[in-house]
């Protein structure tokens, strides 16, 4: 009891910290700042926050955090609006989005998409701050068994999810992830030094970021996609009628929210993996799941909700290792432990037991971050819906502008513009030919990370391959590969030879 009570007595110290008129300001300015940056393709929370540094050396360092906080949570809400509504994701966590939202916004449920997205990233959000709360020194303890086989295991799983978002497909998906794994090869090799795949072009030399992929391959892919289609054809939008979820909508959002939250806090609490691999996990997993697999791709609001927890259950995961032992979890969190570290402070136990205020301070301002975003998000789903009601054309333009904006305030360069275009091409033309585009945004996310956890388990090894299949949890997590491809194949061929049996019967 006498752990409960000091926890207890260390999170009402923190809300008094937090609640203060001035602390209270600076949650609420990052909330609004965060959902605004997420909006903006290309610009995610990390970009925001390194933007932002300068401007807070002026300010304690526990308003400074709690700024940061409400931009963290703020910007992996605003990424799904534009996904939903344009399919143009802020960044590429929020890409999953797309998948089901911008099918259930040229249904005419664009509202009720928005408002799956607001409470799946509110419940995500307050059981990942919950959970850093109870037991962020257990639970990052936890996460220091996951050295490079575990990781590589863990993002091999990832990888076989694409099955689940194959549809009938699975060879056409293969080969899309391929593309994926090939474009994230672009660019200097880490371990010796030399250009791959870079034909002597300077800008390939730093590889193809994931934020370009995000945009070239959806927002410009869905653009140019527009255009082609014939105006009146099956891509118009129907009217909005509806900005709430029915009872039974609620019924179907309630298992994928408490699935995505759990897959995304665990996944963000583990160095590395953050939200993007969150995202496409608990996407894979809802429809696996699911009773009805041939909904999705058509707006099943599972496969929306389950993501959107997800997203944002997996932003505060990564606080974790970043609290807890002072290793970041994602791009923004080591642009906040930069943070820390410029104002004197090195995150981990020191930090837990020599500066609580801040600390508890800046847990209980996630508390209140993601109040606020209900607070301010669910009433203006009926202004965000009304970008339904633009014009077509205008909105193609709109997204063209927004899409190379966003490629070009990365890094100011015209070469990333270049990219993202090619990719918006290269994106036509998959999709003209039946081939999915998801596939290819996960190989180009985890391709990197594959590479350099597979090389760096072999060193380990000493070039020995049995070491995933020796270490428990490697071997494990292997386990559940091959049983997910075997399962995969097992349906196709099922499927196939259902398809057969029914043409034999028609003819």
């Known amino acids: 009891m006498s752990g409960f009570a000091a926890l207890a007595g260390d999170l009402q110290a923190g809300f008094a910290v937090a609640l203060t008129p001035d602390k209270l300001m600076f949650g609420v300015l990052g909330v609004v700042l965060g959902t605004a940056v997420g909006v903006l393709p290309g610009l995610g929370p990390a970009v925001a926050i390194s933007i932002l540094l300068p401007l807070t050396f002026g300010l304690d360092p526990t308003s400074a955090f709690i700024l940061f906080g409400g931009i963290y949570y703020g910007t992996q809400y605003g990424g799904s609006t534009t996904s939903i509504l344009i399919n143009t994701p802020g960044d590429a966590g929020s890409s999953v989005s797309t998948f089901e939202g911008y099918p259930m916004a040229r249904q005419g449920r664009g509202g009720v998409a928005l408002a799956t997205a607001a409470i799946g990233s509110f ?45 009938k497909s699975a060879a056409r998906a293969a080969l899309a992830l391929c593309l994926g794994l090939g474009l994230a090869m672009i660019g200097i090799d880490l371990q010796s030094g ?32 527009s255009i082609a289609t014939p105006a009146g054809g099956p891509s118009e939008r129907l009217p909005t009628n509806r900005l709430w979820l029915t009872l039974d909508e609620w019924r179907r959002c309630f298992v994928p929210w408490v699935r995505g939250t759990i897959v995304g806090f ?65 791009a923004t969190t080591a642009v906040m432990l ?96 039946g081939f999915p585009i998801a596939p290819v945004l996960l190989g180009l996310v985890l391709g990197p990370l594959l590479e350099q956890e597979l090389r760096r388990a072999l060193a380990m090894s000493s070039g020995d391959p049995t070491i995933f299949v020796t270490r428990p949890i490697a071997a494990t997590v292997m386990a559940v590969v091959f049983l997910s491809v075997a399962t995969t194949i097992a349906s196709q061929l099922r499927a196939r030879r259902a398809e057969a049996a029914a043409e034999g019967q028609a003819s």
């Open 194 to 225: 030399k250009a791959r795949f870079t034909f002597g072009i300077a800008e390939l030399y730093g590889g193809i970021d994931v934020a370009l992929g995000a945009i070239g391959l959806f927002a410009i892919g869905e653009a140019l996609w």
């Open 266 to 330: 665990f996944s963000g609490v583990l160095p590395g993996s953050g939200a993007t691999l969150a995202t496409f996990m608990s996407y894979g997993i809802e429809k696996r799941f699911a009773r009805d697999p041939k909904s999705f791709g058509k707006g099943a609001i599972e496969g929306l909700a389950a993501p959107e927890a997800a997203n944002n259950a997996a932003a505060g995961g990564s606080m974790v290792p970043l609290l807890a032992l002072g290793i970041p979890g994602s």
């Open 338 to 433: 930069v943070a820390f570290q410029l104002y004197g402070l090195q995150p981990g136990p020191s930090l837990l037991e020599n500066n609580k205020d801040l600390v508890w301070g800046l847990i209980a301002s996630l508390y209140v971050a993601n109040v606020l975003l209900v607070i301010l998000n669910l009433p203006l789903v009926g202004v965000w819906v009304q970008l339904l009601k633009v014009p077509r054309s205008l909105l193609t333009a709109i997204i063209l502008v927004f899409a190379t904006v966003g490629a070009y305030s990365l890094q100011g360069s015209l070469g990333d513009v270049v990219i993202v275009w090619l990719l918006g091409c290269a994106a036509f033309v998959l999709r003209r030919y």
């Open 123 to 167: 419940i995500g959000g307050t059981f990942a701050t919950v959970m850093l709360m109870l037991v962020a020194t257990s639970l990052a303890a936890i996460s220091l068994f996951f050295g490079p086989p575990e990781y590589f295991a863990l993002m091999l799983l990832a990888l076989t999810m694409v099955a689940a978002m194959s549809g």
